[in-house]
């Protein structure tokens, strides 16, 4: 069993930078590939970037490339996803998701395939 809490979500103004957090639970943290998403209101859930257990390989959605960028700290037990210039599209919950993929290499996934997830941090974001 794992448990996932993001924070770090907040109301801002366009323009500015936040970087959200994803806490996980479990001595395992670093055999699980991670993955941030988020929805809108009416929306489905948008895949935004995804890590690997190591860490050295990232994979992120088109619409955010270059913009947003996935980490993590295993020693910390902790996913992060910084956000930058925010757009007010970028209003939604956002939220990570574990799999656990028992060190393999592949470390993207699609919505049902995730093991966990967290309960969302919300970001807003004004002009």
């Known amino acids: 069993q794992v448990q996932l809490v993001e924070s770090g979500g907040g109301l801002v103004q366009a323009g500015v930078s936040l970087r959200l957090s994803c806490a996980a639970s479990?001595?395992?943290?670093?055999?699980?590939?991670m993955g941030w998403f988020r929805q809108a209101p009416g929306k489905e859930r948008e895949f935004l970037a995804a890590?690997?257990?190591?860490?050295?390989?990232?994979r992120y959605a088109d619409s955010v490339k270059g913009r947003f960028t996935i980490s993590r700290d295993n020693a910390k037990n902790t996913v992060y996803l910084q956000i930058n210039s925010l757009k007010p599209e970028d209003t939604a919950v956002y939220y990570c998701a574990a799999k656990n993929t028992d060190f393999i290499k592949r470390y993207y996934y699609t919505v049902p395939e995730y093991d966990y997830w967290g309960q969302g941090t919300q970001v807003t974001v004004s002009s």
């Open positions: 479990g001595r395992t943290f670093s055999s699980y590939a």
């Open positions: 890590i690997d257990w190591s860490g050295g390989l990232t």
